[in-house]
């Protein structure tokens, strides 16, 4: 089956600085989701990309399907980015095979 | 409009015991998913369904687990005879793949078998 790796495993930053998330996929995909497990568990979609750049704000994402890779960049980070960062694969609308995470840690 | 709602939010149960998870998908969502997350294994997925297809069970990790959906809409996660492995938190997805493969999760169901 498909191998999802993240990398760092953990971050720590100060208040203000920027950060980029990789996951690395082992086959072709068309969906593709980075969430934010806020503290209290809850899965926030952040992004669905499969392919192409997107922003929403201060996060990006740019998925580069033909080399298996996705970046997540956080700008100007906040304490209440905090949390573990998901990044998730599958094809079509079978199931989400999930990453390891990126746990951040931001403090003022 | 509402996302994704689960219930219970917490579960205690004895070991032994059956317990069923209840999930309710957004509104109009043909497909939906269960997974389950705990400290040892991460996110793993369990079953899915679509539409009246039959569900993929390929994820269920025992016997003990089954789910259905009813009429196309509400499902539900039993697990019989539970173990303290079967400790984790149950979460639900639901999507509309004639629009998007986009999952949206609810706030999961916390279950500790003692």
């Known amino acids: 089956g498909i191998q999802v790796e993240q990398s760092p495993p953990d971050l720590i930053l100060q208040e203000g600085a920027n950060s980029t998330l990789r996951c690395n996929f082992s086959?072709?995909?068309?969906?593709l989701q980075w969430f934010h497990q806020n503290p209290w568990g809850q899965l926030i979609n952040l992004f669905y990309?499969?392919?192409g750049t997107k922003q929403n704000g201060r996060l990006s994402a740019t998925t580069v399907a033909t080399e298996r890779y996705s970046l997540l960049y956080i700008s100007s980070s906040q304490t209440t980015d905090s949390g573990v960062y998901f990044c998730?694969?599958?094809?079509?609308?079978?199931?989400?095979?999930f990453g390891t995470g990126t746990r951040l840690l931001v403090s003022p | 409009g509402a996302g994704v709602s689960q219930s219970p939010s917490n579960k205690v149960t004895e070991k032994g015991k059956d317990v069923e998870l209840r999930c309710d998908p957004i509104s109009g969502h043909t497909a939906l998913y269960w997974y389950r997350q705990s400290l040892g294994q991460g996110l793993e997925f369990l079953i899915y369904?679509?539409?009246?297809?039959?569900?993929?069970k390929s994820g269920l990790p025992s016997d003990r687990f089954s789910a259905e959906r009813t009429g196309g809409s509400v499902s539900t996660l039993t697990i019989q005879r539970t173990q303290q492995e079967d400790s984790a938190v149950y979460l639900c997805?639901?999507?509309?793949?004639?629009?998007?493969?986009?999952?949206?999760f609810g706030p999961g169901t916390r279950l500790t078998v003692t």
């Open positions: 997805a639901s999507s509309r793949p004639d629009i998007s493969y986009e999952q949206y």
């Open positions: 086959d072709s995909v068309n969906n």
């Open positions: 998730a694969v599958g094809t079509g609308f079978q199931k989400l095979v």
């Open positions: 990309i499969p392919s």
């Open positions: 369904f679509q539409g009246n297809s039959a569900p993929d």
